[in-house]
């Protein structure tokens, strides 16, 4: 079975330039989670979605990230303009949401996107 | 105030000697679950152990248990024989009834086995 899929899983981009990150969830999954992980701040979730909604974009640093799901199985991630601020580990994770339960339904993790802004 | 808390930013062991790593959590809700996740040096994130807040029994998987101590919030990993392909970060995180999907992260404990 095919896991989460990110692409690209590195990315090298000038200051100013627009960054756009793809995921792919687990097929059948109705969650889908953007995170960002660097040596300063660990792992922090950005937004998440169920059933394509996004839910909580609580965590979205600010107007320059935008995140889409337009169907169940394509996500984006869009930053626009970059900042050297944002180079970090982009992970997508995905996951099984039953209502009503804080039961076992783990987030399975893409391979991360490598973001390094010059 | 954190709602996970890994007190251990570093940890060594000896290979195939077994090693707690150490999870206290923050919640009021009365149901929700525990997760660790591994992550080598490759980056990838891996789910090792689930517990959820009415399991009677300590889960366990393998080489990994978890030491669920609901009274003293607490929610230790334990890996027995250590082997070095464990040499990892470990993340514990929690999932609330009222939180819906999302995961809270600790901030992770750095495992080095030693041979």
């Known amino acids: 079975d095919a896991g989460v899929i990110q692409s690209p899983r590195h990315e090298v981009t000038e200051m100013g330039q627009e960054v756009t990150l793809r995921c792919k969830p687990i097929?059948?999954?109705?969650?889908l989670f953007w995170y960002r992980q660097t040596m300063m701040r660990g792992l922090e979730l950005l937004i998440y979605?169920?059933?394509?909604?996004?839910?909580?974009d609580s965590g979205m640093p600010e107007d320059r990230f935008s995140a889409k799901m337009p169907n169940a199985s394509f996500s984006t991630l869009k930053i626009q303009p970059s900042e050297p601020r944002d180079s970090a580990v982009y992970f997508c994770?995905?996951?099984?949401?039953?209502?009503?339960?804080?039961?076992?339904?783990?987030?399975?993790f893409g391979p991360g996107t490598r973001l390094t802004v010059l | 105030a954190q709602k996970i808390t890994q007190t251990q930013p570093g940890m060594f062991v000896q290979e195939k000697e077994a090693v707690t790593l150490d999870c206290t959590y923050d919640?009021?809700?009365?149901?929700?679950?525990l997760f660790w996740y591994k992550q080598p040096s490759s980056g990838e994130m891996i789910f090792l152990i689930y517990?959820?807040?009415?399991?009677?029994q300590n889960a366990t998987e393998g080489r990994y248990s978890l030491n669920f101590q609901k009274a003293r919030k607490s929610a230790n990993l334990v890996i027995s024989a250590s082997q070095l392909g464990d040499s990892a970060m470990y993340f514990c995180?929690?999932?609330?009834?009222?939180?819906?999907?999302?995961?809270?992260f600790g901030e992770g404990t750095q495992l080095t086995v030693n041979p």
């Open positions: 994770a995905s996951s099984l949401f039953r209502l009503g339960t804080s039961g076992y339904n783990e987030q399975f």
């Open positions: 097929s059948g999954h109705n969650s």
């Open positions: 979605f169920n059933n394509n909604v996004p839910i909580d």
């Open positions: 919640t009021s809700d009365q149901s929700y679950g």
């Open positions: 517990q959820g807040s009415y399991d009677e």
């Open positions: 995180a929690m999932r609330e009834r009222t939180s819906g999907s999302r995961l809270t």
